[in-house]
């Protein structure tokens, strides 16, 4: 293995060891390469995970090996990374989470294997209340990306409705996802009870999407618009954040203009940052378009009183 570098990232000295290692076969993309992608986005993927808890999928010997899913932060931080401490009634149990303020705690999780970020859709000043909702398109398998695109803009429409504004951002796979600022006045129960009236409302309008509880029992052609996405502790991958796969694909904002036109897998760590350095961040004016859910809650109510059952709590992910 070759010999450490040093990284100065943002003033703070980042040592990285193994920068030779190959973590995506595809294009034989290294361990340095991914640090200095991340450095490149900085300013996107420290916005995207400022403040929140953040758990790390880690690929010690690169993508193509073992998964890690790490929700306590690895030993041996420097005492400049920040966590936030967060407690898992389940198992009565607590783990401190990396809680991103610097560009240099996203290469330091680098130089800890870390590929992927997956951070809460709350932050840390009260991690009990979201301030993010989160609209998760998700492709059953015989589904096309074309069907998400169309559910996207089924999406667009009804969020313009609203009046909110929605960001959506590449999943990385074969998905799509929309977030939407919220106020952080409401729990993770009512968050995911609106977010799931919108789901049904899109499904209302169009005949892609299937809500069906179990996957299994979906159509197979069908789009999920996933509302468990804002369940507690339910987490996917931030914009910028890089995927454990071979190819080096990366979550990325895009505008609804380019809905039609997008491929996901254009997106990599060899591309994005020369379009993140034309055009900055997507997201950056997410902070300022706060949408109340109250509408949600309505129709969420009204749903009820109409025969609209619950669907079941989802599962509680793991403690490692």
Known sequence: MSAAVE???????????????????ARGETKLDLA???????????????????????????????????????????????????HFPRWNRTADELCVQHPADVVWAVQMSTVEFHPWNSRRADVEKPDEWRIDLDPMPEASYADVRRVAHVAHEVLDELGATGWPKTSGGKGMHIYVRIPPDHGFADVRRGAHAFAREVGRRCDLVDLTWW???????????????NARDHTIAAAYSVR?????????????????????????????PKRFAELGDLHAGIDDAVFPIDQLL??????????????????????D
């Open 7 to 25: 990284l100065d990232v943002g003033g703070r000295a980042v040592r990285l060891s193994n920068p030779d290692r190959v973590y995506f076969p």
């Open 36 to 86: 200095q992608y991340y450095i490149a986005v900085s300013e996107g993927i420290v916005r995207a995970l400022r403040d929140r808890p953040c758990m790390l999928h880690r690929f010690p010997t690169g993508v193509t090996g073992e998964k890690v899913h790490q929700k306590r932060l690895p030993r041996g931080a420097p005492d400049w990374v920040e966590t936030v401490r967060i």
């Open 215 to 229: 996957r299994k029992d979906r159509n197979p052609a069908s789009i999920f618009v996933d509302y468990n996405q």
């Open 244 to 272: 454990g796969v071979a190819e080096a694909v990366v979550s990325t904002p895009i505008r609804w203009d380019e809905i039609d036109d997008a491929d996901p897998g254009d997106f990599t760590i060899a591309t994005v």
């Open 298 to 319: 309505e129709w969420a109510d009204r749903d009820a009183h109409e025969g609209a059952g619950a669907p079941p709590e989802p599962e509680a992910q793991e403690l």
